[in-house]
């Protein structure tokens, strides 16, 4: 009765290790070795089986034994093998776990030594770790920073904004945007956020690149101070040209048509006054042309739209916030129009979006002109936009302007631009 229970048990220990094999064949490393140790222990499951055959029935059958001593044999091999399998495995797992600390210790040396300020942060905001420079940047311990979030260190004006961006990133995996971070004495740090979401210690995690564009910046602040200035100095020449040469030839108009009404001719006859009058009336016209002229950029009027253009170009270039390539080699046409001047316009409205708004580092312009036809490309580099949500916006009223102006002088303009895709324009006019 007890050899019959052992007989039992061992039978039921063969059917489980077969399960056992099964489950393994579903291992993806080292699939094989384990497969090789669950066979030998089936050998070894089956030579107890024979062994407590041969008690139960007593007997000493020669076959029996030849296929004990077989299997006995190849046990000892197949776990030999598994055993030098698994070794391997083992020697593997090694090398994966120096090569998995070297490249810890890059990224530890990349993540402090970076000029950029690195942030690892939850899905809350909360810090996870930081690099050497945000540090430095802020001016916080580690102790100091590491019981903070993104909202603690942001300007007021921006602490709204946290969880909004954190939606984005959350929504589209990544997301870049501009923030501003105060410093702990109180220093505002411009800064450009680049965020994704990653794998950090078995857990998902936000990891924020922010660029200092504190400078970039300021080359925009003064770029807008200097439009604003030349407009300004444009608006006080437009005055004073008005006040010194228009209006006192029109002042002088007024005396002689009063003495017209008047009658009053004891000095003068009214032939000659007549005569003074369309005298002053012609000096009226050529002053009110030049105020006119003036109003126009002369390159634009005197040397056509591409010397305008490349002299425009060249300017914000000296500033170097952006690389500007201006391709004007195939446009043929002369003399001035105003297409021309729409086209001009649509250049400074177009760059000067592109600085307020893209971050691009590059700006390629192309001017054409087949026959009476002239095109306009424009691209650049930057985070790009959704032009339907743009053009709704009141940041869109740039590029709605640009629309509205091609129209007027029935052209064409059609803007491409999606999310980190950078923005294409293209402008076709037909001159007369």
Same mark, same amino acid.
Request: charged share 25%; with cysteine; glycine share 4%.
């Given at each position: 009765?007890?050899?019959?229970?052992?007989?039992?048990?061992?039978?039921?220990?063969?059917?489980?290790?077969?399960?056992?094999?099964?489950?393994?064949?579903?291992?993806?490393?080292?699939?094989?070795?384990?497969?090789?140790?669950?066979?030998?222990?089936?050998?070894?499951?089956?030579?107890?089986?024979?062994?407590?055959?041969?008690?139960?029935?007593?007997?000493?059958?020669?076959?029996?034994?030849?296929?004990?001593?077989?299997?006995?044999?190849?046990?000892?091999?197949?776990?030999?093998?598994?055993?030098?399998?698994?070794?391997?495995?083992?020697?593997?797992?090694?090398?994966?776990?120096?090569?998995?600390?070297?490249?810890?210790?890059?990224?530890?040396?990349?993540?402090?030594?970076?000029?950029?300020?690195?942030?690892?942060?939850?899905?809350?905001?909360?810090?996870?770790?930081?690099?050497?420079?945000?540090?430095?940047?802020?001016?916080?311990?580690?102790?100091?920073?590491?019981?903070?979030?993104?909202?603690?260190?942001?300007?007021?004006?921006?602490?709204?904004?946290?969880?909004?961006n954190i939606a984005i990133i959350l929504k589209n995996g990544h997301h870049?945007?501009?923030?501003?971070?105060?410093?702990?004495?109180?220093?505002?740090?411009?800064?450009?956020?680049?965020?994704?979401?990653?794998?950090?210690?078995?857990?998902?995690?936000?990891?924020?690149?922010?660029?200092? &564009?504190? @400078?970039?910046? *300021?080359? %925009? =602040? /003064?770029?807008? $101070? !200097? &439009?604003? @200035?030349?407009? *300004?100095? %444009? =608006? /006080?020449?437009? $005055? !004073?040209?008005?006040?010194?040469?228009?209006?006192?030839?029109?002042?002088?108009?007024?005396?002689?048509?009063?003495?017209?009404?008047?009658?009053?001719?004891?000095?003068?006859?009214?032939?000659?006054?007549?005569?003074?009058?369309?005298?002053?009336?012609?000096?009226?016209?050529?002053?009110?042309?030049?105020?006119?002229?003036?109003?126009?950029?002369?390159?634009?009027?005197?040397?056509?739209?591409?010397?305008?253009?490349?002299?425009?170009?060249?300017?914000?270039?000296?500033?170097?916030?952006?690389?500007?390539?201006?391709?004007?080699?195939?446009?043929?046409?002369?003399?001035?129009?105003?297409?021309e001047t729409v086209l001009f316009q649509a250049i400074k409205e177009l760059?000067?979006?592109?600085?307020?708004?893209?971050?691009?580092?590059?700006?390629?312009?192309?001017?054409?002109?087949?026959?009476?036809?002239?095109?306009?490309?424009?691209?650049?580099?930057?985070?790009?936009?959704?032009?339907?949500?743009?053009?709704?916006?009141?940041?869109?009223?740039?590029?709605?302007?640009?629309?509205?102006?091609?129209?007027?002088?029935?052209?064409l303009c059609l803007i491409k631009s999606a999310p980190d895709e950078g923005?294409?324009?293209?402008?076709?006019?037909?001159?007369?």
């Amino acid at each position: 009765m007890i050899y019959q229970l052992f007989i039992i048990a061992t039978a039921l220990v063969f059917i489980l290790n077969i399960i056992f094999i099964l489950n393994m064949l579903s291992v993806t490393r080292s699939r094989r070795s384990w497969v090789l140790i669950g066979i030998a222990m089936l050998f070894l499951i089956a030579l107890q089986m024979i062994e407590l055959y041969g008690q139960y029935f007593q007997t000493e059958n020669s076959f029996i034994q030849t296929i004990y001593y077989i299997l006995d044999f190849l046990v000892a091999i197949l776990i030999a093998v598994g055993v030098l399998q698994i070794g391997k495995l083992l020697k593997s797992l090694k090398n994966a776990e120096v090569e998995r600390r070297v490249s810890d210790r890059r990224f530890q040396i990349l993540f402090d030594n970076s000029g950029d300020e690195i942030f690892l942060a939850d899905f809350e905001g909360k810090f996870l770790e930081v690099n050497e420079e945000a540090l430095k940047k802020l001016g916080y311990t580690r102790e100091e920073l590491m019981e903070k979030n993104f909202k603690d260190i942001k300007t007021e004006k921006y602490v709204s904004n946290v969880d909004k961006n954190i939606a984005i990133i959350l929504k589209n995996g990544h997301h870049v945007y501009e923030t501003e971070h105060q410093s702990k004495d109180g220093s505002v740090i411009f800064l450009e956020m680049s965020d994704r979401v990653i794998d950090y210690m078995g857990r998902k995690a936000i990891l924020s690149m922010a660029r200092d &564009i504190t @400078e970039r910046k *300021e080359i %925009e =602040r /003064k770029i807008a $101070a !200097a &439009i604003i @200035e030349t407009e *300004e100095r %444009e =608006r /006080k020449r437009f $005055a !004073a040209d008005l006040h010194d040469g228009l209006a006192p030839l029109l002042s002088t108009i007024k005396l002689y048509t009063d003495l017209l009404k008047k009658g009053n001719f004891n000095k003068i006859s009214p032939a000659e006054t007549l005569q003074s009058v369309d005298e002053l009336i012609d000096k009226a016209i050529v002053s009110a042309r030049e105020i006119s002229n003036n109003i126009m950029p002369s390159i634009l009027q005197d040397f056509g739209l591409p010397a305008a253009a490349r002299d425009f170009c060249n300017y914000i270039n000296n500033t170097n916030s952006v690389k500007i390539q201006l391709d004007t080699s195939q446009y043929k046409l002369s003399g001035t129009r105003i297409e021309e001047t729409v086209l001009f316009q649509a250049i400074k409205e177009l760059v000067n979006n592109s600085l307020k708004h893209s971050q691009a580092s590059n700006i390629e312009i192309f001017l054409e002109s087949h026959d009476n036809q002239v095109n306009l490309f424009f691209k650049d580099d930057g985070v790009g936009f959704d032009v339907d949500e743009k053009l709704k916006q009141p940041t869109g009223l740039g590029l709605n302007n640009i629309i509205n102006k091609v129209k007027t002088i029935n052209g064409l303009c059609l803007i491409k631009s999606a999310p980190d895709e950078g923005m294409n324009v293209l402008i076709t006019v037909n001159v007369k």
